[in-house]
Nanobody, 127 residues
Framework: QLQLVESGGGLVQPGGSLRLSCSVS????????IGWFRQAPGKELEAVSC????????YYADSVKGRFTISRDNAKKMVFLQMNSLKPEDTAIYYC????????????????????WGQGTQVTVSS
């Protein structure tokens, strides 16, 4: 059964760093992208970053460009999100997903009923 499990969230002060990890149980599933969304309290899902598994191209939301870096470790079936210079507005639940990278620019996202989303990890940026 396909499972995505996020880890690495926590409480960090503004300007600090966190590294999120996502473990994927089944790399044999036919998908083209792997990446991260986030959802802040009372707000809609926001696309954060994606990496194409075929050509390694990446997508970053404007709000995280230059601060976040996505990477993969195929041998370990994992994807990472290095988050630097964190801001209070980065506070959210971060979800790992196998949505294609083309999905990230569509707007009005939903994870309801989709088995290729993780359960999320909380990131809180506060002093």
């Amino acid at each position: 059964q396909l499972q995505l499990v996020e880890s690495g969230g926590g409480l960090v002060q503004p300007g600090g760093s966190l590294r999120l990890s996502c473990s994927v149980s089944e790399y044999s599933v036919g998908y083209s992208g792997i990446g991260w969304f986030r959802q802040a309290p009372g707000k809609e899902l926001e696309a954060v970053s994606c990496i194409d598994v075929n050509d390694q191209t990446t997508y970053y939301a404007d709000s995280v460009k230059g601060r976040f870096t996505i990477s993969r470790d195929n041998a370990k079936k994992m994807v990472f999100l290095q988050m630097n210079s964190l801001k209070p507005e980065d506070t959210a639940i971060y979800y790992c997903t196998l949505e294609p990278c083309t999905y990230y620019t569509g707007g009005h996202y939903s994870r309801a009923g989709k088995p290729y989303w993780g359960q999320g990890t909380q990131v809180t940026v506060s002093s």
